[in-house]
């Protein structure tokens, strides 16, 4: 690479964000960490900054402010805090790549931001293209930024049309690991705790993106965003389900060839992508051995039994606000679930409750979408008190 | 596609002959036959041109001229015979794809006068590349041509490497079914007869092919094509057995990551895809359903009881005139095994004679090539009559 990329990372402390800091540490001499965003994990928001030395770090959670200055004192750190303080510093100039890995709704803003600067958006919060993908999308396009995937679904089709011309892509095949509840009817999954949601067989994530992989909410949030980052309608964006996670996702042509992309199931590689894209670094991470792996299959994937899935299909279909409302819904179902307040089905219940409620609205603007979300957040609280 | 492509189709009655003619009827307003050429199969060369009007045709063996002269008065067809008229038809400036589907070294000047002319060439003969990739590799860009490759193998890596820059690609990972004779050992190998290796589990193709894909030695030549095609050595060309047939092959990139291509094993689409790129067009053919195949499988290839894969590797290292001896020699040996006067395993140590024995040429020319295939052929044939 002709010279070092600066990156911002936002949620710098969460998984995808300490995996980010591996493969900047892999690649000094191409990627370097310019701002360090966590929302409230001071100590390891210290402990990062104290080895990277980025020029600037955020800590969201402002009652903390302090206790990092302190610590970074003569450092010549730069500290900031609250949510303005990422705003502003997603858009300053020394930035060159936003990587946007904070959890659910909170990326909204700051990837708006980041799009609205034109910066190089390396995507893996997919709750902000889910829930406004239409206005992130054009304001990309408008401001001259480009939106590169980080989640390793999007990152596969991304990588397989290149060098493809949009209307020769038929359809987009995203695959799933199935999850921990794979094969489990509905009988089995009432029965379900946290603990066993967060057992996922193949990767290695955050709290919340765990249990949307065992309900099949996050493939559902993944059609959504597959829809904005490729522009296709959802019945052209089909989920088949690969218990293996090594074909990470396909995309069908119109000639009938597919590609796929292939490899381990490893974070750190789609987000070394997204990272360096154009350019393919060669890192030291394990690699994929075709000898090595057993046997690639494919399956259905069972949207009676999953039905968090078959909302996200209604949801895209119904456009306007409405994956606004199913975002909103699941982030507070998810969290209730792991708190044990609502069982494993009920999440899907208070999902479809919220969406046949809430207000529809076409063509929502930037207000209409805090305000469905607000209206949301407020309506599940109350299904699951009541449930 | 813009305007017609006008296709001189050489090997127009053989086994990939037919399948273009069948992407051409489903293409009308994409594909048109322009020149046919057949070796000695007169009568379906008469029948294809009066169902496809082509401008011309060609008949190679030219005892037959009066035949398909007198079979085809009156249509306005031009008919011409022998080898200088190939070489002259795929120079028209009529043509504007020549698609090269003759078997074995007879590929080897018409490829050469196509890339000359400048045109582009869908190639199906490997054996052109193999014997003489350095000129003809040359001669295409030098004459502003583009080489578009038919195997379903070499295909597949092209579409993987689309959009990607050649120094990203760390290995080219060819699939190969393994044959009808998978598994078995030197001692059965040594039983088996040419009816047994005609019957190839997944691909319906000519004679010589289905016995090279039996011995291997399709995989072999097809390394040795990827190099040319590539610009990739020997030991960044890998071979895979994949039972299946489904995965065509693959490319890994040197982030780790791997592209692959996949469809049903059908030569339509590759041919197709060869002659309408860079568009890809909606054929009337069947599409690969993952969810209706089994499970995909790798397992290494065995050189040591499949010798010729051993020795095209040691060809391509050799480099020179070698992978033009290695051709030769296999030519000779598969008809002798075919009209059973050889066993299997004996086609290897033929092929391994000649190789040992030959002169070694490091830079031929076009005059070396041809004095290394008669040498060869001959030797070869001297080897079977003392076997």
Sequence with gaps: MSQVRRVAILGSTGSIGRQAIEVIEAFPEAIAADVLVTHSNAELLIEQAKRLRPRQVVIVHAALYHRVCEALAGTGIRVAAGQEAVLAAVQQPQVDVVLAAMVGYAGLLPVLAAAQAGKHIALANKEALVVAGALI??????????????????????????????????????????????????????????????????????????????????????????????????????????PQSIIHSMVEFSDGSLKAQLGLPDMRLPIQYALTYPQRLSGPWPRLDLLQVGPLTFEPADRNTFRNLALAYEALRLGGNMPCVLNAANEVAVQAFLKERISFPTISRIIEQCMSEADFIGQPGLEDYIETDRWTRQKAQALIETS
């Design 137 to 242: 999308t054009t304001e990309v396009r408008r401001y001259g930024g480009c939106l590169i995937p980080v989640d390793s679904e999007h990152s596969a089709i991304f990588q397989c049309v290149a060098g493809e011309a949009h209307q020769s892509v038929r359809r987009i095949i995203l695959t799933a690991s199935g999850g921990p509840f794979r094969g489990m009817n509905i009988d089995q999954l009432r029965h379900v705790r946290p603990q066993q949601a967060l057992q996922h067989p193949n990767w290695k994530m955050g709290e919340k993106i765990t249990i949307d992989s065992a309900t099949l909410m996050n493939k559902g949030l993944e059609v959504i965003e597959a829809h904005w980052l490729f522009g296709l309608p959802a019945e052209r964006i089909e989920v088949v389900i690969h």
